[in-house]
């Protein structure tokens, strides 16, 4: 056994009962895992900052200065303890509501003390609420400099193991582990990048004696983290490719012809150019699995059904998954346009098909007659089996776990099927590179010609009669209008009043015109009801929640109205902003909200109002939440980047990506003497995703 994995109970002061709270409480159970709980910043106690320089946007300062006077302030519950604190270049205040005897017992005016915690502003004074206080010392002049700051939990605090209590734990753990912490990259890769060695990076995290060293440790385990999940990615791509054979597509004499006789618009050069890399995946004898990024809009559907043609012209048959039954819908009628032209077989099979027509689709998938099946998760059901399976494609990947993709290889009969995942979230590079590291991409980066950019406006509640005028305005011109409502589920009751009360609201105010309504609580069948009167343009107002967000293709609907737009997300304000703008017809984005709107909130207000770029807004998105938040990434197991941010850490991910594509270029097993230290760590992170960076 390694010296990392001593049970933590056998350091000195944890004993069984801390011991049990640092593994609940923060998973902690071996020497190992204490010192891989890194601090998530360090302080600055190297300065101390004077009074008079002092205001409420720094983070936090430390002070050195005189108590001058204590006192009590206002009557029982809303009782305070205030400290006038100065030292010599300005005033300020320092605030207690807890613990006030306590605290007013041991401070002395007159003494000096060191201050630490972040200032505030209220009316003209600068305070700090409960801050850190200390004696100050000859000693404590001396201690100074950058301390670690470590998460912790209530539970812990109770136990005397704040941020400080877990620093001493680990400072006492360090000298003896430091010697032991084995290097996991090569020396090449530290000359090149003069990375310091994993044992220096790892102590100077905890105890940094500078700035500068500090930056050094963050640097090489930022870059160590990124590189990992790169190598790891690429060599399973590299992997499947050995591996996996491909079907080899190489006729297309239906698809020369549906070129000639049936497309109804010329495709953009974008278009060409994605179709092109497809059929050269194709053709290469190697299975395809590739994601098609594509602004919603962009035209992917067209795409999707050449690439299925390409499929059927040589013996195979395509699939195409959906998240909804709506979607699926959609695509189905899109896709059956084009097919019934060609005299293709083309099916439907969702959650909602009865048993004795899905026992014939079964029977013709089974036996070839059927080529082209469109569905939702119903597909992937274990007693749907093909006869040969080429190509399959995802569309709005992000509802799809992994786990479902996993599933459809399993449906392979010939070979592995082709596999083409489309999704209209636009992912930041740097992201997509992160996430879907494995796979190809491709990327649609044009709109078709002609189209008006959309126009969006933001309009609080109280100017709803100014909305409805403009929606009447436009539906005497012939088009038809959005109108969604938020579905967030804890008040999903709530929620479903507010629908109901504003879809009543419409309805008395647009009597001569017709409503549809859909929401995730009505019946498949009456959904499609609703959804297809619209489509027919038998009603011209669509009252809705979200299930409209993804894919939903009415060009005639030319506003899209979004109620309660801050409780929205920007991607999905983004997606729904693109079911307009899809015919000739100039389209509104019309955003109401409350007069109320938090920070975040008005920047994602504004961002939607400044840009149609789906890139640009998923760059924002990406900043005020966070990848963790990101569709998707909950089901990517490469969410706990301790390091990484990927927000602005690209330049980094790029660099690790091309070093881990050139190692694995030249040793693609990494059985070369150089790269052993390689192989080792990424055989533990295979055999234990989470745990990557184990330092044993
Ligand atoms: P998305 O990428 O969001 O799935 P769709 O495939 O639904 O977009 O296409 C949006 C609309 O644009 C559809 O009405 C489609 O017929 C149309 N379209 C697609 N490609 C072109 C093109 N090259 N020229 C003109 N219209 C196109
Ligand atoms: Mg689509």
């Not at 500090?214 to 870059?223: M, P, S």
């Not at 012209?313 to 998954?321: G, I, P, S, T, V």
């Not at 569709?631 to 991910?653: E, H, M, P």
Request: net charge positive; charged share 25%; glycine share 6%.
């Amino acid at each position: 056994m390694s010296f990392f994995d001593t049970k933590i109970e056998f350091l000195k002061g944890v004993g069984p009962q801390r011991a049990d709270l640092l593994k609940t409480e923060l998973g902690i159970f071996t020497f190992g895992d204490l010192l891989q709980h890194f601090p998530f910043r360090h302080e600055d106690r190297t300065q101390f900052y004077r009074i008079c320089d002092v205001h409420e946007h720094l983070p936090y300062v430390q002070i050195k200065g005189q108590i001058v006077s204590l006192d009590m302030v206002g009557a029982t519950r809303k009782k305070r303890l205030v400290a006038r604190f100065q030292d010599g270049s300005g005033v300020m205040e320092l605030v207690w509501f807890k613990g006030l005897q306590w605290v007013s017992r041991r401070l002395k005016p007159g003494k000096e003390y060191i201050v630490f915690g972040k200032p505030q502003r209220f009316g003209r004074n600068i305070s700090i609420t409960h801050p850190e206080i200390e004696e100050f010392t000859e000693e404590s002049d001396l201690t100074g400099g950058l301390e670690p700051v470590y998460s912790s939990t209530e539970k812990l605090r109770n136990k005397f193991l704040d941020s400080r209590g877990i620093s001493r734990l680990i400072k006492k753990l360090l000298p003896e582990a430091v010697d032991k912490i084995q290097e996991s990259l090569p020396n090449f890769i530290l000359q090149r990048y003069g990375f310091i060695s994993r044992k220096e990076a790892v102590f100077y995290l905890h105890q940094p004696s500078d700035a500068k060293v500090l930056a050094k440790a963050i640097a090489r385990l930022k870059f160590e983290e990124i590189f990992f999940i790169q190598l790891q990615l690429l060599s399973l791509k590299l992997l499947r490719v050995e591996k996996f054979e491909g079907q080899v597509f190489d006729k297309v004499p239906t698809l020369t012809k549906f070129y000639k006789e049936h497309l109804p618009f010329d495709l953009t050069g974008a278009q060409k150019r994605v179709i092109k890399e497809i059929y050269n995946d194709f053709k290469s004898g190697k299975q395809m699995n590739r994601l098609l990024q594509g602004d919603v809009g962009s035209g992917k559907t067209i795409v999707a059904f050449i690439c299925m043609l390409i499929a059927i012209d040589n013996k195979a048959q395509a699939c195409m998954m959906a998240p909804t039954e709506i979607l699926a819908d959609q695509h189905y009628q899109g896709l059956k346009e084009y097919a019934d032209k060609l005299n293709i077989t083309i099916a439907k099979l969702t959650g909602s098909t009865k048993k004795s027509e899905r026992k014939v689709m079964h029977e013709q998938l089974l036996n070839g007659e059927l080529k082209i099946i469109v569905g939702t998760h119903a597909l992937i059901e274990d007693t749907v089996d093909f006869k040969n399976l080429g190509l399959c494609v995802i569309d709005e990947q992000h509802r799809f776990g992994v786990a479902q993709r996993a599933k459809l290889w399993k449906k392979q009969s010939v070979a592995y099927p082709h596999i083409l995942v489309m999704t209209a979230t636009p992912i930041p590079r740097t992201l997509a590179m992160t996430l879907y590291g494995d796979l190809d991409v491709s990327m649609i980066d044009e709109l078709p010609a002609g189209r008006k950019p959309i126009q969006t406006t933001h309009l609080f509640d109280d100017k709803r009669l100014r909305l409805f005028g403009f929606m009447r305005k436009q539906i005497e011109m012939g088009r038809q209008v959005y109108v969604v409502y938020p579905l967030i589920e804890e008040s999903e009751k709530l929620d479903y009043k507010n629908l109901m009360d504003g879809y009543e609201g419409i309805s008395k105010h647009f009597k001569e015109y017709h409503l549809s309504i859909v929401h995730g609580k009505m019946k498949p069948t009456d959904k499609d009801f609703e959804m297809q009167r619209f489509v027919k343009r038998e009603t011209q107002i669509m009252v809705a929640t979200t299930v409209i967000e993804v894919g939903v293709n009415v060009p005639n609907a030319s506003v899209m109205v979004i109620e309660n737009a801050e409780k929205f997300g920007l991607s999905q304000l983004h997606q729904l902003r693109g079911r307009v703008g899809r015919g000739a017809e100039q389209s509104y984005c019309v955003l109401m909200t409350s007069n109320k709107l938090s920070k975040e909130a008005k920047v994602r207000i504004k961002t939607m109002t400044d840009t149609n770029n789906g890139f640009e807004i998923a760059d924002v998105d990406l900043k005020l939440r966070g990848p963790g938040d990101i569709s998707g990434t909950q089901q990517s197991g490469i969410v706990n980047l301790k390091f990484t941010d990927i927000a602005r850490d690209g330049k980094i991910i790029k660099e690790a990506r091309s070093l881990a594509k050139e190692i694995l270029e030249s040793d693609p097993h990494l059985e070369q003497d150089e790269n052993r230290l390689l192989k080792l760590q990424l055989s533990k992170m295979n055999a234990a995703p989470t745990n990557w960076s184990r330092i044993s």
